[in-house]
């Protein structure tokens, strides 16, 4: 695989006991790259430990033992901050503040500088599907779908190279959901962006393609290509849609 833009090499990932060690693993010896431009889907039962694995590329958590490294670099000698521009992180819950769409698009650092003229968030809407003309609408009366694809937005405004996504949909009812796995979809062909995505959501793992690791208590349990899944993750992955047609039902 040429030029990744994620390798991790032997993560490990521990918490301190509730009254001191032993240590409560979290991850155990995980290895993967991801190829700039591609996609990489974490998925597996919950508590495997996928979210706390996404924390970790962008310094949201630290690594207990083993190497994160973005494009290159060691994340441990790369400033926070800028670590998370490049790697942007889009939560389950989408994070809207007070005041109106336009307002939100603006926040960020005070010490950051950017382009953030009405064209340039204009163009950030068209991006993932939303009309100019949102920019004055209070960003409280959005709908759930709305509000994703406004945090995915103003994280594009930071110029990221990749996106971590963590359950994107999974807050959102199906027509939201599937508007959401289109806007991603969207951006990695439109952006060249590289994609790292924790998802229940068996069509966003279609459509992102690239490659798979299954977790199972904080142990790869297979890394591999969408394409090619083995009958035992197409088993899970038929699971997590019957699950959540019952859900939406």
Do not use: W
């Not at 970790?56 to 083993?66: D, F, I, K, Q, V």
């Not at 599937?178 to 229940?200: D, K």
């Not at 069509?203 to 904080?218: A, N």
């Amino acid at each position: 695989m040429s030029d990744p833009i994620f390798e991790i090499e032997h993560l490990s990932l521990a918490y301190p006991g509730r009254r001191g060690p032993p240590m409560a693993p979290i991850l155990k010896d995980v290895s993967f790259t991801v190829e700039r431009g591609g996609a990489l889907t974490l998925v597996g039962p919950s508590g495997s430990g996928k979210s706390s694995l996404l924390r970790c590329l962008n310094r949201l958590e630290e690594p207990t033992a083993g190497t994160v490294r973005f494009e290159g670099r060691d994340i441990q000698a790369l400033d926070p901050r800028r670590l998370r521009r490049g790697a942007a992180l889009v939560m389950q819950t989408p994070v809207v503040f007070e005041g109106t769409v336009r307002d939100n698009l603006r926040i960020r650092p005070a010490d950051v500088d950017g382009d953030l003229s009405e064209a340039r968030l204009g163009q950030a809407l068209a991006d993932v599907g939303l009309e100019g003309e949102l920019l004055d609408r209070d960003a409280a009366t959005l709908s759930g779908g709305e509000k994703q694809r406004v945090t995915i937005a103003r994280a594009l405004l930071g110029d990221p190279r990749a996106l971590l996504l963590d359950e994107p949909t999974s807050a959102l009812d199906p027509p939201n959901a599937a508007l959401v796995v289109e806007t991603v979809s969207r951006l990695r062909e439109t952006r060249g962006l590289s994609i790292v995505a924790v998802t229940h959501q068996p069509e966003l793992v279609r459509r992102l393609g690239g490659m798979l690791l299954y977790l199972v208590k904080g142990e790869m349990q297979a890394y591999e290509r969408v394409g090619d899944l083995d009958v035992r993750l197409q088993a899970f992955l038929a699971g997590e849609r019957a699950a959540g047609v019952a859900d939406a039902s």
